[in-house]
């Protein structure tokens, strides 16, 4: 079956998985530091407002609205190769440090919080921490309260007074139950490392995409079996 094209949409979120080539992408907390540091940069050359990351030992998740169809693309060369040279070099690895090209789906506007909350939550799915802000490594403690990521956009947050900041962070981390979240964000997930829209039926029909890829997003959720786990390594 032929590989659909990347499906971008300027002005969307998107969801993005990447994953390592066989290997731990993270060893140390500099490993994160340097991948964080350039996706900052990365994304402001590129044209990119970031919503949400989480960096696991083994892949990284993003949420973030391109400005054009290219900047995506863009975004994720510049900042695959920036880390990949960083980690040869720290690390003396030879051969890929990522697997293949990424995987990215665009994500309606309405479902961008339940799908950060579920990204942010796996780290304590898979038992690396009990509560979500103790990982550091994710932008969970920002979108809660805990601290301030400035790299990061706030979707329609505007000029909101630091009572409005903190009203939203308390709602924010009421709103985290990971076992309501599972079901959602793994069908996320799987409809990502396809290239299927993620949203509602009348979002998915608004998109200017083939009626192919328009019946396959609306047509078929995640298998019943079919069980995603987030790649990790639990020695970080």
């Known amino acids: 079956m032929a590989r659909l094209a990347r499906l971008t949409i300027p002005g969307l979120p998107h969801h993005i998985l990447q994953s390592g080539a066989g290997v731990p ?10 991948y ?13 407002a970031l919503y949400a990351y989480l960096l696991l030992p083994e ?14 693309s863009i975004f994720m060369r510049r900042l695959s190769r920036r880390y990949a040279v960083w980690y040869n070099r720290a690390h003396s690895h030879t051969g890929p440090v990522w697997q293949g ?4 789906s665009v994500l309606e506007l309405a479902s961008l919080q339940k799908l950060t909350l579920y990204m942010e939550g796996l780290p304590v799915r898979e038992g690396f921490v009990k509560r979500p802000e103790q990982y550091v490594w994710s932008s969970y ?6 601290r301030t990521d400035p790299f990061l ?3 329609d947050a505007g000029d909101e007074s630091r009572a409005l900041r903190d009203a939203a962070c308390r709602a924010y981390r009421e709103l985290f139950n990971m076992e309501s979240l599972q079901p959602f964000g793994e069908e996320a997930e799987w409809k990502t ?34 069980g995603i786990k987030a790649d990790g390594n639990r020695n970080l």
């Open 25 to 34: 992408v993270f060893r140390s907390d500099d490993d994160c530091l340097f």
């Open 141 to 146: 403690a920002h979108h809660a309260g805990f």
């Open 101 to 104: 090209r990424f995987h990215s």
């Open 59 to 72: 892949s990284v998740r993003l949420i973030a609205s391109p400005r054009s169809v290219s900047s995506l």
């Open 193 to 226: 490392r396809r290239g299927w829209p993620i949203g509602s039926a009348p979002f998915v029909d608004s998109l200017p995409v083939s009626e192919e890829r328009k019946r396959a997003a609306r047509g078929r959720g995640r298998p019943r079996r079919e």
């Open 36 to 48: 964080i540091e350039c996706l900052q940069r990365c994304a402001r050359e590129s044209g990119v």
């Open 153 to 155: 956009t706030e979707p």
